[in-house]
């Protein structure tokens, strides 16, 4: 901001010092022959005062005379300048100050936006922050869940029946062999292999995935498999005659086989499930797909057939 104002201001003041030095002459006391008039009785009146409050008098008539001076010896056009120039730098003053006000009030306008600024960049920060940290978690969990997947072990079945089918009067048996196989990188712990045989209504799916979860484990001791080893156990499976006449269509059941391996991979448990739809060879000649059991009909091992194809499975 310039600073007209007071360079002006200053030029007044050395002025009118330097003005004052130069025109302040002191009284020289002029001789004078004449005859001094008769004084009058004012004149015998002061010179009658007492010595102090002439020399009060005297002092105080001392003191004024330089600004008596400097105003009798000043031309009016200086005058006139100086008021002038005294006027200009007032109203230099007031502009300036008005300048002032507003530039403040623009600068704490300034300052209002800038903090409300930073306000919502901080709550941006904060925000991107917490997403960051999620992110930065969910990648965590991603990563430890990718290396547990690779570092593990991995289960796999494969089950076929192993006896005939074979019908009495409280409903029918049937015993499976179960191909179990580690393909994973580590040792899997505590392998249990369970099974289940149920009936259900044709087209309707009774029992599912969350049941299969739900149900107890057996009390048999697991095994210890390596990775790439193997073992295949025998399981009988029993299915009550009341179960498969609840749910047949004429003499024809549907028969689900299912299968659960549970076992440990490190400090995790896990399973793997699967669901196989029993069926048989058809005894008419020309029919080239398999076909529900009969009920009270033996079936031989040969032409009995598990099929897990479009069946659910599940793996944790």
């Known amino acids: 901001m310039h600073r007209v104002p007071e360079i002006v201001l200053g030029f007044l003041v050395a002025t009118a010092?330097?003005?004052?030095?130069?025109?302040?002459?002191?009284?020289?006391?002029?001789?004078?022959?004449?005859?001094?008039?008769?004084?009058?009785?004012?004149?015998?009146?002061?010179?009658?005062?007492?010595a102090g409050q002439q020399e009060q008098h005297a002092e105080g008539h001392q003191k004024g005379s330089w600004y008596d001076t400097f105003l009798n010896h000043t031309p009016d056009w200086f005058v006139a300048l100086f008021t002038a120039l005294l006027t200009f730098v007032t109203y230099r003053l007031v502009s300036t100050t008005g300048d002032l006000?507003?530039?403040?009030?623009?600068?704490?306008?300034?300052?209002?936006?800038?903090?409300?600024?930073?306000?919502?960049?901080?709550?941006?920060?904060?925000?991107?922050?917490?997403?960051?940290?999620?992110?930065?978690?969910?990648?965590?969990?991603?990563?430890?869940?990718?290396?547990?997947?690779?570092?593990?072990?991995?289960?796999?079945?494969?089950?076929?029946?192993?006896?005939?089918?074979?019908?009495?009067?409280?409903?029918?048996?049937?015993?499976?062999?179960?191909?179990?196989?580690?393909?994973?990188?580590?040792?899997a712990q505590d392998v249990v292999v369970d099974a289940k045989i149920v009936a259900i209504k044709?087209?309707?799916?009774?029992?599912?995935?969350?049941?299969?979860?739900?149900?107890?484990?057996?009390?048999?001791?697991?095994?210890?498999?390596?990775?790439?080893?193997?073992?295949?156990?025998?399981?009988?499976l029993k299915l009550t005659r009341q179960e498969a006449n609840d749910v047949a269509v004429g003499k024809e059941v549907t028969i689900y086989v299912v299968v659960m391996v549970r076992y440990r991979s490190g400090p995790r448990s896990a399973r793997t499930i699967r669901f196989y739809d029993l069926k048989k060879m058809p005894d008419e000649p020309g029919i080239d797909y398999l076909v529900p059991v009969t009920i009270g009909y033996n079936v031989p091992k040969d032409t009995l057939f598990l099929n897990h194809h479009w069946m659910p499975s599940y793996a944790d």
């Open 101 to 187: 006000r507003a530039s403040t009030d623009r600068l704490w306008e300034a300052g209002e936006r800038q903090i409300e600024l930073s306000r919502e960049t901080a709550d941006a920060q904060s925000r991107d922050m917490r997403a960051s940290i999620g992110a930065a978690r969910e990648a965590n969990r991603i990563g430890a869940d990718a290396l547990h997947a690779s570092q593990r072990a991995w289960l796999n079945e494969e089950t076929i029946a192993d006896s005939d089918l074979v019908w009495n009067q409280t409903g029918c048996e049937l015993i499976i062999k179960t191909n179990v196989k580690n393909i994973g990188t580590v040792p």
């Open 202 to 236: 044709r087209g309707v799916r009774d029992y599912t995935i969350s049941d299969a979860i739900d149900e107890p484990p057996s009390k048999a001791m697991g095994q210890l498999l390596f990775p790439n080893a193997e073992f295949a156990p025998n399981r009988k």
């Open 17 to 50: 010092l330097w003005a004052g030095i130069f025109l302040f002459q002191p009284q020289k006391a002029v001789p004078n022959y004449e005859a001094q008039p008769a004084k009058s009785e004012q004149q015998h009146a002061v010179s009658g005062r007492p």
